[in-house]
């Protein structure tokens, strides 16, 4: 019994630590003096839109146009240079890393943004691991009814993921009813990157990869819709 309650309890601890909440907001701050001394691990990171399930309408065309700007963001020199040279204050001083940058629970493995650029481009999803270089994307849209909405999820997660069992993303229709491109952007790759096995931990979430990683590339999806090409915001 004491087993399979721990077995419980860890299952509803990873679902919840692979959500993306509303109101949790990265600061992107970059530092222009990073050497930029990484290199693809692989010649491109192949976005793959495996299956999605969205509305009709307005909004799914929105979501199509985001599906296809992520190889793109991904695939770009300027999101390799703002993952790696993300900083963050600590202390009172800035410093090159990201909070809780490890896979699943491996702290003994803390990664460098360069680490963690890395793991990005490998595309080593749990649950698709014969499919490396790959973002395998697959995501449907759940509309909560009347008697839901009064629930934790319906209310306030934006996308969650149970990446240790599954492959697939849940989106709320709550939110993305009045998304904007870029919004889908951040929100569809914080949800990968937590395929990945970068979990949320309990403090400092908007510092750690899934969220900052995520607004990098939601950034670079307004640059594009609004300039078209990514700009640089490091002089």
Same mark, same amino acid.
């Given at each position: +019994? *004491?087993?399979?309650?721990?077995?419980? =309890?860890?299952?509803?601890?990873?679902? %919840?630590?692979?959500?993306?909440?509303? @109101?949790?907001?990265? #600061?992107?701050?970059?530092?222009?003096?990073?050497?930029?001394?990484? $290199?693809?691990?692989?010649?491109?990171?192949?976005?793959?839109?495996?299956?999605?399930?969205?509305?009709? @309408?307005?909004?799914?065309?929105?979501? #199509?146009? %985001?599906?296809?700007?992520?190889?793109?963001? +991904?695939?770009?020199?300027?999101? *390799?240079?703002? =993952?790696?040279?993300?900083?963050? #204050?600590?202390? @009172?001083?800035?410093?090159?890393?990201?909070? *809780? $940058?490890?896979?699943?629970?491996?702290?003994?493995?803390?990664?460098?943004? #360069?680490? !963690?650029?890395?793991?990005?481009?490998?595309?080593?999803?749990?649950?698709?691991?014969?499919?490396?270089? /790959?973002?395998?994307?697959?995501?449907?849209?759940?509309?909560?009814?009347?008697?839901?909405?009064?629930?934790?999820?319906?209310?306030?997660?934006?996308?969650?993921?149970?990446?240790?069992?599954?492959?697939?993303?849940?989106?709320?229709?709550?939110?993305?009813?009045?998304?904007?491109?870029?919004?889908? !952007?951040?929100?569809?790759?914080?949800?990968?990157?937590?395929?990945?096995?970068?979990?949320?931990? *309990?403090?400092?979430?908007?510092? /750690? !990869?899934?969220? !900052?990683? @995520?607004?990098?590339?939601?950034?670079?999806?307004? /640059?594009?819709?609004?300039?078209?090409?990514?700009?640089?915001?490091?002089?």
């Amino acid at each position: +019994m *004491k087993r399979i309650i721990t077995c419980l =309890v860890s299952l509803i601890s990873l679902n %919840a630590f692979a959500t993306m909440i509303e @109101g949790i907001n990265p #600061e992107l701050n970059f530092d222009p003096n990073i050497e930029m001394k990484s $290199s693809f691990t692989s010649p491109r990171l192949n976005v793959v839109i495996e299956n999605y399930y969205f509305p009709d @309408g307005p909004q799914r065309d929105k979501f #199509e146009h %985001a599906l296809e700007l992520l190889d793109e963001i +991904m695939n770009s020199e300027e999101f *390799k240079r703002r =993952v790696i040279s993300y900083v963050r #204050e600590v202390n @009172g001083e800035w410093v090159n890393s990201y909070q *809780k $940058s490890y896979l699943w629970y491996n702290r003994d493995e803390v990664l460098s943004p #360069e680490d !963690v650029y890395n793991v990005l481009m490998e595309g080593n999803e749990k649950m698709r691991p014969s499919t490396l270089a /790959e973002m395998n994307l697959n995501s449907y849209v759940k509309v909560c009814r009347w008697w839901e909405k009064w629930s934790t999820w319906c209310r306030k997660v934006i996308g969650s993921t149970a990446p240790s069992k599954s492959k697939w993303i849940k989106l709320n229709w709550k939110f993305y009813r009045k998304y904007e491109v870029n919004n889908m !952007v951040a929100n569809m790759v914080h949800e990968w990157i937590h395929l990945l096995g970068f979990l949320h931990g *309990k403090d400092r979430m908007r510092e /750690e !990869v899934p969220y !900052v990683v @995520g607004a990098i590339a939601g950034q670079l999806a307004a /640059e594009i819709i609004e300039f078209g090409h990514p700009l640089s915001v490091i002089e």
